[in-house]
């Protein structure tokens, strides 16, 4: 009788078979996942549209881009072509000065002509600061009211008698959503009393009023006070839910179709409450960046501290940098933006940050401003220099292992080298 032979699965054989079960499950656990998210997002989207047919939302379509389209597109044309001359604008101020109310006919007009108009002595300067600098750009101005969870047509009724007071709260909003970023933003949108920022620091006092309902403080100012009985009054009920998953992304929008409309060199000659716009800076690039170089100190070293801030939230878990914003640290570190503001300046709590961007985007080159960290290239990264590395590991070069103890104090993964903020967007120096 031939004797049976069983083969026994060697070690390797039976890691080999556990690794690919252990496969298996994760790929049925992200195929529920992946289907229980678009359950969710079919819930919400049913929710919404529930809402919206009840009337308990009212529904934002985003706005149009500044033009006049198939209305006029032979005005648009003549008002583009306003740069050299502004004998036209000129006469309308004169004579018929209600034209400027027309938005489309004030925003197309083109920068140049603007420009012209504030440095002519035969305008006064209300009408520079109130149609040259702010309707010009009156899109923006509606672009970050949503980007606040506010109406804009709202704010610009309540602005017409409460200016003061509707830039005072659109500006405390603005500052908010810079230092908690978005989503803890609109958390406590609708709580009163002192609020925290990402780095856990308290602002305000116990007895201060939420962003929502100073609004609609605004909003019943206006309608026992200075709205006239002819006309419907406003009202907003509008609540947290739909101020951050409706208004807000429909300001972000909004703000990538006009923002179209700006010159590169148009952004710094913005009213300084505009420059300052969350939706603004998040979207400056290296192009409209440049233009600011022979402004002063005070406008210039918020902006890169707003920048670096943004990407220590990103190191950290707290929100994205937006790729355009990561672009401008290469200009920085290793081209002409070295000479933008003296870097030593900045808040001595963003100073170490500042050294891990410039170890990160650093160049090999002399040009290159040093890093107390060294380079990344030197361990292998991309770019010139990664040749003479090799065989190095990237995660002992000492900035990876700076911002992993950072991660590591928040309860983070490490990152690697190519999930750390720059790699992730495919920037190189």
Same mark, same amino acid.
């Given at each position: 009788m031939a004797t049976e032979t069983i083969k026994v699965p060697t070690q390797e054989e039976e890691k080999t078979k556990r690794i690919q079960e252990i496969q298996e499950e994760v790929r049925g656990l992200q195929k529920k996942i992946a289907k229980t998210k678009e359950e969710i997002e079919a819930a919400k989207r049913e929710e919404r549209e529930r809402r919206y047919a009840s009337g308990e939302w009212d529904r934002i379509e985003v706005p149009k881009q500044a033009g006049l389209g198939e209305v006029a597109p032979g005005l648009r044309k003549t008002l583009r072509a306003m740069g050299e001359d502004i004998t036209e604008?000129?006469?309308?101020?004169?004579?018929?000065?209600?034209?400027?109310?027309?938005?489309?006919?004030?925003?197309?007009?083109?920068?140049?002509?603007?420009?012209?108009?504030?440095?002519?002595?035969?305008?006064?300067?209300?009408?520079?600061?109130d149609?040259?600098?702010?309707?010009? #750009?009156?899109?923006?101005?509606?672009?970050?009211?949503?980007?606040?969870?506010?109406?804009?047509?709202?704010?610009?009724?309540?602005?017409?008698?409460?200016?003061?007071?509707?830039?005072?709260?659109?500006?405390?909003?603005?500052? #908010?959503?810079?230092?908690?970023?978005?989503?803890?933003?609109?958390?406590?949108?609708?709580?009163?009393?002192?609020?925290?920022?990402?780095?856990?620091e308290s602002y305000g006092k116990d007895s201060d009023?939420?962003?929502?309902?100073?609004?609609?403080?605004?909003?019943?100012t206006h309608r026992t006070k200075f709205a006239d009985p002819k006309d419907e009054p406003i009202y907003d009920t509008v609540d947290k839910n739909e101020a951050y998953n409706i208004r807000f992304k429909a300001g972000l929008k909004m703000y990538d179709q006009v923002s179209q409309n700006l010159a590169d060199d148009e952004f710094t000659g913005m009213s300084g409450m505009f420059r300052n716009f969350w939706v603004v800076m998040r979207n400056l690039d290296v192009n409209q960046l440049q233009f600011y170089s022979k402004r002063d100190l005070d406008v210039k070293i918020p902006m890169v501290e707003f920048f670096i801030r943004e990407f220590?939230?990103?190191?950290?878990?707290?929100?994205?940098?937006?790729?355009?914003?990561a672009n401008?640290?290469?200009?920085?570190?290793?081209? $002409?933006?070295?000479?933008?503001?003296?870097?030593?300046?900045?808040?001595?709590?963003?100073?170490?940050?500042?050294?891990?961007?410039k170890a990160i985007v650093g160049r090999t080159d $002399? #040009?290159?401003?040093?890093?107390?960290?060294? #380079?990344?290239?030197?361990?292998?990264?991309?770019?010139?220099?990664?040749?003479?590395?090799?065989?190095?590991?990237?995660?002992?070069?000492?900035?990876?292992?700076?911002i992993n103890k950072y991660r590591a104090e928040k309860g983070l993964p490490p990152m690697t080298e190519k999930t750390q903020p720059f790699g992730r967007y495919g920037i190189v120096a």
């Open positions: 604008i000129e006469s309308w101020y004169r004579y018929a000065q209600d034209i400027f109310d027309v938005e489309t006919v004030t925003q197309t007009t083109m920068y140049g002509a603007w420009k012209r108009v504030r440095n002519s002595d035969k305008f006064d300067m209300r009408f520079k600061e149609v040259a600098r702010t309707k010009k #750009r009156e899109y923006v101005l509606d672009s970050a009211d949503l980007t606040w969870g506010f109406n804009p047509d709202v704010c610009k009724e309540i602005a017409k008698h409460q200016k003061e007071a509707m830039d005072k709260l659109r500006k405390d909003a603005n500052e #908010r959503l810079k230092k908690q970023g978005e989503k803890e933003f609109f958390a406590t949108w609708d709580w009163p009393g002192k609020w925290k920022d990402d780095d856990g009023k939420s962003i929502s309902q100073r609004y609609q403080d605004l909003i019943e220590k939230n990103d190191v950290l878990g707290k929100r994205d940098m937006t790729k355009k914003n401008i640290f290469s200009w920085f570190v290793n081209m $002409a933006g070295g000479s933008f503001i003296p870097f030593n300046e900045i808040s001595p709590e963003l100073q170490d940050w500042y050294e891990i961007i $002399a #040009r290159s401003h040093p890093s107390i960290y060294g #380079r990344l290239r030197e361990y292998g990264g991309s770019g010139p220099g990664a040749a003479e590395a090799k065989g190095k590991d990237p995660m002992e070069a000492p900035v990876m292992k700076k």
